[in-house]
């Protein structure tokens, strides 16, 4: 079957402002976004500009607003977006300066993981083997460990396209990886970073970051839990 | 140009890049930054899904010995046992230095970390498959590389992201530091460094089906090679036996180790005919051989019976979504196929180089079977120590990153902690700008992508689970015309923000070399071994061919490649036939 593929493309050396260009794309209905962005750049269109890497929904290279709604390019497929043909529209994810095409600035959205302390803290003296830890209280933080900060949630957060100090859903996410994973130390460090008003109390619940995520991560629910716990710290 | 100065730089972010930053600047007498063309976390390491293979003990009893014996069996003798020992003893640590850093490993209930079986791995010298592969769910890799990502953003760690590297600066033996491009400014950058740690991982990219990304091109291998120095066993390159079928997406050795079945057409369960004692358990190049078998004497399924089956339908949901949620989502979302009530469809994919740059169980690059390149580590998919030989079990690579970039890590240090910055030559980034200017000059006619896709093809054809002299020998002349097409190729974006397409036209330069280098290493051997099958040559013959192969580009006679050799280095386990 035959797609239009309508990107929205800005080149910052040439263009003023994005314009709109459709590429007329021959493909199967198992083909990837991704591989309909591949044809037109290897074959149609060398200058189209993305990111890409493992082509399987695991890098989190290739977040982009696809038909209106942040996608990962490589794992959402035209007979999940087309049945019979028709038009596809592909925009960058939104929140963060475009710098050409679908490409867009991921510093910012980086800067906010790091500010979270991303990473375990724990000073205690380590056992010879592992520490342990139960089943359930592995359990507990699963769903955070999934992620791979692909920005899809963040970027499709209203309160983060108005105010881009909103710290955003991605790196809560990484904040409750450790906050709730019973090995770590660093939980009431964490809680008051997030307590500050660029914090969990900005999110408004609109589970926007929920639908786009890639990963299937409860991100909305991780933000109430979130929220829960600097209550309980609090109280 | 931007000069930088550092006394360690480590090129590639990936498990074994990472690692190796972490362990140089534990040594607080230097300093350390380390270039990625992609964000540290995007790395391919990130797609490990099953395991890293440590002797534990968790779940059944397990010693060092056994995983070593099973690491140069698996290797079809051809692993170097020094490498193989050092391996096996500090994986263990390593696995715990891992969960320290706060790596979410799946638990047993006595609250240990979880450990499953996977091929190739076994108890008492081959009795029976043992659980050895540590794992967090099915994502394994992702884990560790987050992990190690994680406690680089603590200690500080200096990066270039999006740094593509081009070139590495030797002269007179030395490496004194590398040339990188810039991606979102087209700017060339000098990295001037007192040594160089390589962790630019495999070149999977090369074959049209294939589990790596498209970022795995072999950039720093084919850099290494154009310079006279030499490559590694790039004959040996192993093919995964279960890619969803058509895409090449990795399914888990794990499926089998939690229980799954491979099945031909009339769902036979034909491993039992290849491996009789450990069936859908054997290491992947025996695996992958028999279903080209099965293939070819028409037993696939599908109406163009070209691939088979991995049949999860007989375990419970609980195991399937809860132990393999990764591979759970790929096949419903890729194939439209639930593996809880349905069969998934599979055919062997391009996997994992167990060739590279030649290293000493340091890290150390050699020029040749004895001289080390100074200043000059690799480690990783990148390098070949070797500890993989023929053929890498799985979960060994992850290990292999973890116990050898931490090495090369500490050795770059130790040897920048004492060595001088070393002048650079005139025109430094001159061989880079020269490719830059002749790329974008615009005056050539060929298509990158096209040259790319004809190499992919070919080379699934010619070089792949099964080779002959006659297929090989037809490869090296199609690499030769697709070789000098690509001295003809431009590219039309002439911008110099994010030219990505400068960047992919880069790397099929780069894969065209790994390739040759890689078909006539392989014409080369004759012999069957591991993951180097022939059928012209079937068998094994330890009297000619128990040796390393090194290739050399031949710098007055472009195209010619010149074949020399190395010593396996044996010890405990004496060369025996390989039988499961
Ligand atoms: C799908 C899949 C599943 C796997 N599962 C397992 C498993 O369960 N167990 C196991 O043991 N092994 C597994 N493997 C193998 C293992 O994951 C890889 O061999 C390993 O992760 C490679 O790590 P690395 O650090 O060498 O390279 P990578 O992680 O691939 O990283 C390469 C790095 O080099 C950088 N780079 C490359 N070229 C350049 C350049 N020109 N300039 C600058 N930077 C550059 C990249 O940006 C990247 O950061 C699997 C492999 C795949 C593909
Ligand atoms: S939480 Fe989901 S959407 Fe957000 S960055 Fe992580 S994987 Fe992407
Ligand atoms: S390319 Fe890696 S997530 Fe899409």
């Given at each position: ?6 990107i ?14 459709t ?8 083909d ?5 962005l591949?044809?037109v ?22 977040a982009?607003?696809?038909n ?6 490589c ?9 019979d ?17 679908l ?5 910012p959205?980086?800067?906010?993981y790091?500010?979270?302390l ?9 056992p010879?083997g ?7 209280d ?19 957060c ?24 019973s ?44 929220k829960?716990?600097?209550m309980?710290?609090?109280? | 140009?931007q ?15 990472l690692m190796a ?8 007498n ?8 992609l964000y540290?976390t ?5 797609a ?6 440590a ?18 069996k698996?290797?079809d003798y051809?692993?170097?046992?020094d ?36 091929g ?20 394994t890799?992702?884990m560790?590389l987050?992990t ?32 990188a491009?810039?991606?979102?400014t ?10 160089v740690?390589?962790?630019?991982g ?6 049209k ?16 090679y154009?310079?006279?120095?030499p490559?590694e ?10 890619g969803?079928?058509k ?12 229980g ?10 034909f491993?039992?005919?290849y ?5 859908d358990l054997a290491?992947?190049?025996?695996v ?11 037993r ?6 070209d691939?088979?089956l ?15 949620p ?6 419903r ?12 469809p599979?055919?062997p ?42 053929n890498r ?8 990153l973890?116990?050898?970039g ?14 001088q ?9 001159g061989?880079?700008?020269?490719e ?9 006619t ?6 790319r ?16 002299d006659?297929?090989?020998?037809r490869?090296?002349?199609?690499l ?12 039309t ?6 030219n ?12 065209l070399d ?8 392989a ?5 069957s ?9 079937p ?5 000619n ?5 090194m ?14 050799y ?9 060369p ?5």
């Open positions: 079957m035959h797609v239009n593929l309508k929205l493309r800005y080149n910052p050396e040439v263009d003023k402002k994005p314009h709109w260009e590429y007329n794309v021959e493909c199967e209905p198992g990837r976004v991704l591989d309909l591949n044809h750049k290897w074959y149609v269109e060398p200058t189209l500009t993305y990111r890409r890497s493992c082509a399987h929904g695991v890098c989190g290279s290739d982009m607003l696809i209106g709604r942040n996608r990962l390019a794992k959402i497929l035209i007979r999940d977006l087309t049945k043909g028709g038009t596809i529209t592909v925009e960058p994810i939104r929140g963060l300066k475009v710098e050409k095409d490409l867009v600035d991921m510093d959205f980086f800067e906010s790091r500010a979270v991303p990473f375990f803290i724990n000073d205690d003296p380590v010879a592992e520490r342990l830890q139960t089943v359930e592995r359990e507990r933080f699963d769903q955070g460990t999934k992620c791979i900060l692909c920005a899809a949630c963040t970027t499709s209203p309160i983060f396209w108005v105010n881009g100090r909103y710290l955003g859903p991605a790196a809560i996410v990484q904040a409750h990886r450790f906050i709730f994973d090995r770590d130390k660093g939980t009431s460090e964490r809680l008051n970073l997030l307590n500050q008003n660029t914090g969990v109390w900005r999110c408004r619940t609109a589970y926007n970051c929920t639908e786009a995520c890639p990963r299937e991560i409860p991100v909305t629910q991780l933000i109430e839990e979130v829960r716990a600097i309980y710290q609090q109280a | 140009m000069h930088h100065r550092y006394d360690v730089i480590v090129v590639g972010a990936g498990g074994s890049g930053s972490l362990y140089a600047a534990k040594n607080k230097v300093s350390v930054a380390v270039i990625s063309k540290p995007r790395s391919h390491t990130g490990a899904q099953g395991g890293v293979g002797a534990l003990g968790n779940v059944s009893e397990d010693h060092w010995e056994w995983h070593m014996y099973d690491t140069v698996g290797g051809l692993a170097d046992q490498a193989a020992e050092i391996f096996a003893k500090d994986i263990i640590d390593a696995v715990y230095e891992l969960e320290h850093m706060g790596l979410p490993f799946s638990r047993l209930p006595n609250g240990k970390i979880a450990q499953r079986k996977f190739g791995h076994t108890k008492e010298f081959g009795k029976a498959a043992v659980e050895r592969a540590c794992y967090a769910v099915d994502r890799g992702h560790i987050q190690l990502y994680q406690q680089n953003v603590k200690a500080g760690t200096t990066f270039f992201n999006e740094f593509q590297v081009l070139d590495l600066i030797i002269e007179d033996g030395v490496c004194r530091g590398v040339v491009y810039e991606i979102s087209g700017e060339v950058h000098v990295f001037q460094a007192k040594s740690v390589l962790a630019a495999g070149y999977g990219r090369v074959f089906i294939t589990s790596n990304a498209l970022s795995l091109t072999g950039d720093l291998m084919s850099i290494y154009r310079k006279g120095l490559l066993d790039l004959e040996f390159y192993q093919f995964h036996p279960t969803i079928a895409l090449g997406i990795l399914i888990t050795e794990g499926a089998r180790g939690e799954g079945i491979l099945r031909n057409d009339s769902g036979e369960r491993m039992e005919r491996a009789p004692s450990i069936k290491p992947r190049d025996i992958s051989r028999a279903i080209y078998m099965e293939l070819r004497e028409g696939g399924a599908g109406k163009d019976k691939y088979l991995l049949d999860l339908t007989h375990l419970p949901r609980d195991v399937i979504e809860g132990r393999l990764d591979i759970t989502d790929f096949s979302t890729y194939l439209g196929v639930d593996p809880v009530t349905a069969p998934v599979i055919q994919t391009a996997h994992y180089a167990m060739g590279g740059i030649p290293t000493t169980v340091d890290g150390e690059c050699l020029a040749n079977s004895s001289t080390t390149v100074r200043g000059l580590y690799a480690a990783g998919e990148v390098a070949c120590v070797s500890l993989h030989g023929a079990l799985g979960t060994n690579s992850l290990g292999d973890i116990v050898f931490k090495r090369a890590g500490i050795a770059a240090a130790r040897y920048a902690q004492d060595a910055f070393e002048d650079l030559p005139a025109r430094a980034d061989a880079a700008l020269d830059i200017e002749r790329l974008k000059s615009g005056h050539g060929e298509n990158a992508a096209r040259i896709k004809e190499l992919q093809e070919t080379m699934m054809d010619n070089v792949s689970i099964y080779r002959t006659e297929t090989m020998s490869q090296v002349e199609i030769k015309e697709l070789q000098a097409r690509y001295r003809n190729v431009s590219v974006d002439t911008s110099t923000k994010y990505t397409e400068l960047m992919e036209a880069m790397e099929l330069g780069y894969m790994v390739a040759e280098a890689m078909t006539a290493s014409l080369n051997r004759k012999e071994r591991g993951a180097h099958a022939r059928e012209d040559f068998d094994r013959d330890d009297e061919w128990l040796k390393h192969t290739a050399y580009r031949d710098l007055s006679r472009p195209g010619e490649v010149n074949i020399g190395k010593n396996v280095v044996l010890g405990k386990f004496e025996k036939p390989r039988v499961y």
